[in-house]
């Protein structure tokens, strides 16, 4: 029998060779391709989350800045003329003092110019508004005597809380001495004085206590028992440059302040009511333009006509200023449009200077060397002068 080559059997007995373990290189240039698109997309969509969120805060913080100012500027609002003058010069009982006009609203423009950067902020000129009115206390109070310069009064010590009047401190910071007192009494004629307070005298509980004035009531028979009093005085809102940290900040704030009777503010009265406030526009002013009638001060039938700016209500011969022509007692209702912006200037946010004054407002210029600007959000606040109207019955 004839062997086998020797070749064929040899190659019967070897055993194929495997592959070593792990990637070739082209799997591994694919697999970091991969790694790296996955990881783009997962970046970008991080970025995009995270700028989105960010334009979410920033969008409900300066809504809520609007918010909190409209609540608080209205709810002054509608206490404009509450238990106080609302027009010195055509309600003929008031008896001012000299040489003063008691208004309850005063709108007008702000000659500070409290805008940042207005070379490029154009066609923005915040106004300010002035109010008079029983902010404090909110209360009339009886006078138990009355006598030259003092006005005496009964003080019920119990907490406010408790339905009493408050202790010492709440009195003194009622008739502070930077307001006003309303005397008002009865007789032959209705009469209302309003005279500056000087000082008060706390007598002690269950005493009665001296509000003591700068000049002598003279609205009042006998010894002035009965008639009733409140303290009044102004409140203005407006907007203030915040440069509590840096005295170079673009940052602007709406500011309550009170004022003394010449219409200076006191100082220590400013209350910061909302922050990044760029604008503050008052329009749709609605004044009832019956004549009052002299005796009363009612005005019938009621005829309501309403003005788009402050401008054209003086375009109208009326006005809001502080002169004596000024149209308070006709007032009815008014519109604050309120604009907060973003803290930060956003890139993405294209910035174009505002057309005019009565055009909405949506983007604001903090550096004119940093692409984009900051956004703005606006808030129109109608409120009903209740007050006003109230006086007019």
């Known amino acids: 029998m004839t062997d086998a080559p020797r070749g064929a059997a040899q190659s019967r007995n070897v055993t194929p060779r495997r592959r070593a373990g792990g990637f070739t290189l082209i799997e591994l240039m694919v697999a970091v391709l991969v790694g790296t698109i996955v990881a783009a997309g997962i970046y970008l969509m991080y970025a995009q989350s995270a700028k989105g969120y960010r334009i979410q805060n920033q969008t409900l913080d300066a809504l809520g800045e609007l918010r909190t100012a409209a ?4 709810a002054d609002l509608r206490s404009a003329g509450y238990n106080a003058p609302v027009q010195s010069v055509v309600e003929t009982w008031v008896i001012p003092p000299t040489g003063v006009t008691l208004t309850a609203v005063v709108v007008e423009a702000d000659p500070d110019i409290p805008v940042a950067v207005p070379t490029a902020n154009e066609n923005i000129a915040p106004q300010r508004i002035r109010l008079l009115g029983d902010f404090w206390s909110q209360q009339v109070y009886t006078a138990q005597r009355v006598a030259g310069t003092e006005v005496q009064i009964e ?4 907490a406010r809380s408790a339905g009493g009047d408050g202790d010492e401190d709440d009195f003194r910071r009622i008739f502070a ?5 309303r005397i008002e009494g009865y007789g032959v004629a209705r009469r209302e004085q309003i005279i500056p307070i000087s000082s008060v005298t706390w007598n002690g509980p269950g005493e009665l206590q001296t509000i003591n004035l700068t000049d002598t009531v003279t609205a009042v028979g006998g010894f002035g028992s009965g008639s009733e009093i409140s303290v009044i005085g102004y409140r203005r809102y407006r907007l203030a440059n915040d440069v509590r ?4 900040s673009l940052k602007y704030d709406l ?12 100082d220590g009265s400013a209350l910061i009511v909302a922050e990044n406030m ?17 005796a009363t001060m009612q005005q019938v039938p009621v005829q309501i006509q309403c003005f788009p700016t402050l401008a054209d209500l003086e375009a109208s011969g009326r006005t809001l200023d502080t002169t004596p022509a000024n149209a308070s007692h006709l007032l009815r209702s008014m ?5 907060a912006r973003t803290p930060y200037e956003d890139e993405t946010v294209p910035f174009a200077p505002r057309p005019s004054v009565d055009e909405p407002l949506r983007a604001f210029e903090l550096d004119p060397a940093v692409i984009g600007a900051a956004r703005v959000f606006e808030m129109g606040v109608m409120t009903a002068l209740t007050s006003i109207q109230a006086r007019r019955q």
């Open 71 to 74: 609540r608080q500027v209205r």
């Open 155 to 158: 003080w019920n010590p119990a």
């Open 177 to 181: 001495t930077d307001r006003m007192l």
């Open 245 to 248: 940290r840096d005295t170079d």
């Open 255 to 266: 500011i309550r302040e009170d004022l003394d009777p010449t219409g200076a503010p006191i």
């Open 278 to 294: 760029v604008d503050l526009q008052v329009y749709d002013l609605c004044l009832n333009v019956t004549a009052p009638d002299p």
């Open 335 to 339: 519109t604050v449009k309120l604009a």
